[in-house]
Nanobody
Framework: QVHLVESGGGLVQAGGSLRLSCAAS????????MAWYRQAPGKQRELVAT???????NYADSVKGRFTISRDNAKNTVYLQMNSLKPEDTAVYYC???????????????WGQGSQVTVYS
């Protein structure tokens, strides 16, 4: 009933930039917080950045000053601009949204399909 579709991953040299996008669609009444997580091989999924419905943001210490999360409420889309990328940023990136749907009439957690980001030195 709600789908999050990601785009924008890829292969980039260290110091480069990438922009991830995640568009939500379906029987959406309202989206609360949106976020990006990442999971590197052999590691647990970790929170990268969050943005509230009012566009307040928070970042993991490891990406502060390099990554910027933003959202377009009219398009139900969240973005992650990643600059000054490092090899340790290599991971599968997942978007997340807390969504109030027409059918469930409550907030539920939804995930994107994952986007591979690979940074080489």
């Amino acid at each position: 009933q709600v789908h999050l579709v990601e785009s924008g991953g890829g292969l980039v040299q260290a110091g480069g930039s990438l922009r991830l996008s995640c568009a939500a669609s379906g029987r959406i009444l309202r989206i609360n917080a949106m976020a990006w997580y990442r999971q590197a091989p052999g590691k647990q999924r970790e929170l990268v950045a969050t943005v509230s419905s009012g566009s307040s943001t928070n970042y993991a210490d490891s990406v502060k000053g390099r990554f910027t999360i933003s959202r377009d409420n009219a398009k139900n889309t969240v973005y992650l601009q990643m600059n000054s990328l490092k090899p340790e940023d290599t991971a599968v990136y997942y978007c997340n949204a807390v969504v109030w749907t027409i059918t469930n009439l409550r907030y539920d957690n939804y995930w994107g399909q994952g986007s591979q980001v690979t940074v080489y030195s």
